[in-house]
């Protein structure tokens, strides 16, 4: 499985952001795909995935009701919309994936996008 993330950026607080991740490979939609972020001497954070069969998603806590994410079947894409950022979102974002379900741990993905920048502005 190959991902390919894409849209960081900068942006002020309260603004929005949509991150797009692209996928490939063989076995992608027996699982699921999701994100995550990494700012500065913080751990990985779990944000949001979605199960490619069916539609499945889960959330983390910090960021429900402000991050979405969904799927375009047709382009091989999860996207991450974001609203109401806040300078505590600026962080690197990545995109992950497995080939067999949801779930809110890191170490169950084990396919991993390039980190894109995320930076918001007070």
């Known amino acids: 499985v190959q991902l390919q993330a894409y849209g960081g950026g900068l942006v002020q607080a309260g603004g929005s952001l949509r991150l797009s991740c692209v996928a490939s490979?063989?076995?992608?939609?027996?699982?699921?795909t999701g994100w995550f972020r990494q700012a500065p001497g913080k751990e990985r954070e779990f944000l949001g995935a979605?199960?490619?069969?069916?539609?499945?998603?889960y959330y983390g806590d910090s960021v429900k009701g402000r991050f979405t994410v969904d799927r375009d079947d047709a382009k091989n894409t999860v996207y991450l919309q974001m609203n109401n950022l806040r300078p505590e979102d600026t962080a690197v974002y990545y995109c992950?994936?497995?080939?067999?379900?949801?779930?809110?741990?890191?170490?169950?993905?084990?396919?991993w996008g390039q980190g894109t920048q995320v930076t918001v502005s007070s």
């Open positions: 992950a994936a497995n080939e067999w379900g949801g779930s809110y741990y890191y170490n169950d993905y084990n396919f």
């Open positions: 979605v199960v490619w069969s069916g539609g499945s998603t």
């Open positions: 490979g063989r076995n992608f939609r027996n699982g699921a």
